[in-house]
């Protein structure tokens, strides 16, 4: 299920994605105005003082909410009007997986490494080469992006540590998903 455009609020952040065959630039900008379902009216972040054009180039549009997973708008086009630009969608926005490594779900208990006092097992959602998830459905572990924590389990005869910083935290009602780049090498993971 994609993300429509619309469903953006106004004043959201956003990420631009230009690229041509030689280079790629990054551009933040801001949605200021929705103009239809398809089409928003933004300011970019950096003042730079000729209108840019955005013909020769693919472009593709980006947004993360608060530590969410950040949802994706390829091939979107962007044209200079008045004293901003107009950027126009051509489809829902999906899923962005940034890390492009293929995860595993696993569903894993493993016990926790890191809070006093709090509680000690957690469940290993899904792994991949660059990070992990666990879910919390009792909503005890309140980390916050930015947060460390262990999680050790055995698995087939292998015991397995990893470490990881929390860059994403989707909180549902009945659970709650912290999504974890992975800190450590943990090497029975590779072979």
């Avoid at 549009?61 to 997973?69: K, L, N």
């Avoid at 126009?88 to 962005?96: A, R």
Wanted: proline share 2%; charged share 25%; with cysteine.
């Amino acid at each position: 299920m994609g993300v429509k455009l619309s469903e953006l609020g106004e004043g959201s952040r956003i990420l631009l994605q230009i690229r041509n065959k030689e280079k790629c630039v990054e551009l933040g900008a801001v949605i200021r105005k929705h103009v239809k379902n398809n089409i928003a009216l933004i300011t970019l972040d950096r003042a730079i003082p000729q209108k840019l054009v955005f013909d020769n180039v693919q472009i593709d549009m980006e947004y993360s909410g608060d530590g969410d997973v950040p949802f994706i708008w390829r091939g979107v086009k962007v044209i200079a009007y008045q004293t901003a630009y107009l950027l126009q969608v051509s489809s829902d926005g999906v899923k962005h997986n940034r890390r492009s490594y293929f995860r595993v779900g696993i569903s894993k208990v493993a016990r926790l490494g890191m809070i006093d006092n709090g509680p000690r097992q957690v469940m290993v959602r899904d792994l991949s080469l660059s990070g992990f998830s666990i879910s919390d459905r009792k909503k005890e572990l309140k980390l916050n992006i930015g947060d460390e924590i262990s999680v050790f389990w055995e698995d087939i005869g292998h015991n397995l540590n990893l470490r990881g910083r929390v860059v994403r935290i989707e909180d549902m009602e009945d659970v709650c998903i912290y999504g974890l780049e992975i800190c450590n090498l943990c090497n029975l993971l590779f072979s």
